[in-house]
């Protein structure tokens, strides 16, 4: 069974950091691309970054140089350091396998809250 | 950049057909994946691939992609179905994924 389980949210002040952590299980991690998706409450999907299975990273424009992406394949791990936190990046942040075939997110993860706030 | 409009709500009667629109610049050239997502609950592929069906989605949903449009129609509609909708592309020309607005199906 395919498991996405995100860790390390919670309560931040506005210019702190954050690590946060998806660990997959029941597949073959080191091949699928993997992204985080966020959303603020009552509102839409927001994509935040994408890993290829080869490394390549992606990133929207709003957080890039201050969030990045990377994996452990050995630990079968997602990881996103978000650093420079502003009150905009308050949201429930999934983490998402992309499928092998057609590129859409066939599993979530459950999300996780990031609250930046004084 | 690539943007994806759907309509904020959608209703129907319970046993009808739901048609749920994604418009984009020539999004027929584009791979477009649907998820549902119930309050409180992580998003849920309905479709992949504009017509693509994922294990355990009943075959009352189905996706089309033509021109400018892409839609998820949802037959024989149940209270079971309400939920926001929300359309996905990958637009390759910047690198990044694109999710629509967001469509909320209430059943009258």
């Known amino acids: 069974e395919v498991q996405l389980v995100e860790s390390g949210g919670g309560l931040v002040q506005p210019g702190g950091s954050l690590r946060l952590s998806c660990a997959a299980s029941?597949?073959?991690?080191?091949?699928?691309?993997m992204h985080w998706v966020r959303q603020v409450t009552g509102e839409g999907l927001e994509w935040v970054s994408g890993?290829?299975?080869?490394?390549?990273?992606y990133y929207l424009g709003s957080v890039k140089g201050r969030f990045t992406i990377s994996r452990e394949n050995a630990k079968n791990s997602l990881y996103l350091q978000m650093n420079s936190l502003r009150a905009g990046d308050t949201a429930v942040y999934y983490c998402a396998r992309v499928q092998l075939d057609y590129g859409g997110y066939d599993f979530w993860g459950q999300g996780i809250l990031v609250t930046v706030s004084s | 950049s690539y943007v994806l409009i759907q309509p904020p709500s959608v209703s129907v009667a319970p046993g009808q057909t739901a048609s749920i629109t994604c418009g984009g610049n020539n999004i027929g050239s584009k791979s477009v994946h649907w998820y549902q997502q119930k309050p409180g609950q992580a998003p849920v592929m309905v479709v992949y691939g504009n017509r693509g069906r994922p294990s355990g989605i009943p075959e009352r949903m189905s996706g089309s992609n033509s021109g400018n449009t892409a839609t998820l129609t949802i037959s024989r509609v149940d209270a079971g179905d309400e939920a926001d909708y929300y359309c996905q592309v990958w637009d390759s020309s910047s690198d990044h994924v694109v999710f629509g607005g967001g469509t909320k199906l209430t059943v009258l």
């Open positions: 890993i290829g299975s080869a490394g390549a990273t």
């Open positions: 029941g597949f073959t991690f080191s091949s699928h691309d």
